[in-house]
Nanobody, 129 residues
Framework: QLQLVESGGGLAQSGGSLRLSCVAS????????IGWFRRAPGKEREGVSC????????DYVDSAKGRFTTSKLNTKNTVYLQMENLKPEDTATYYC??????????????????????WGQGTQVTVSS
């Protein structure tokens, strides 16, 4: 069974940092494209970033560029989202998602939910001002 489990969310102060983890089971992240998404209260889910099997990252949220870093550790089958200088508008539930298997593991169209075929349950990030 293909599964993704996010962790690392919580409460942070404005200007603080959090590192989210996305642990995969049932498949290897080195063969998949992994995306990060977030859904803020009252808003639609938006793509944050995507990392392809070679480790090349595409970032999609202008306000997060320079503050969020996506990386992975294949030996731990884990993808990370390091978030620095957090702002209240970063408050959201954060999800990771995977694309691979019979689907080409690219980040082309990686900001689109339908691009992925495996989803995690999400982890809540709340940033206080």
């Amino acid at each position: 069974q293909l599964q993704l489990v996010e962790s690392g969310g919580g409460l942070a102060q404005s200007g603080g940092s959090l590192r989210l983890s996305c642990v995969a089971s049932g498949f290897a992240v080195r063969h998949y494209a992994i995306g990060w998404f977030r859904r803020a209260p009252g808003k639609e889910r938006e793509g944050v970033s995507c990392i392809n099997p070679l480790g090349v990252v595409t970032d999609y949220v202008d306000s997060a560029k320079g503050r969020f870093t996506t990386s992975k550790l294949n030996t731990k089958n884990t993808v990370y989202l390091q978030m620095e200088n957090l702002k209240p508008e970063d408050t959201a539930t954060y999800y990771c998602a995977a694309r691979g298997g019979r689907d080409q593991p690219t980040c082309a169209d990686g900001a689109t939910e339908g691009h992925y075929n495996v989803w995690g349950q999400g982890t809540q990030v709340t940033v206080s001002s």
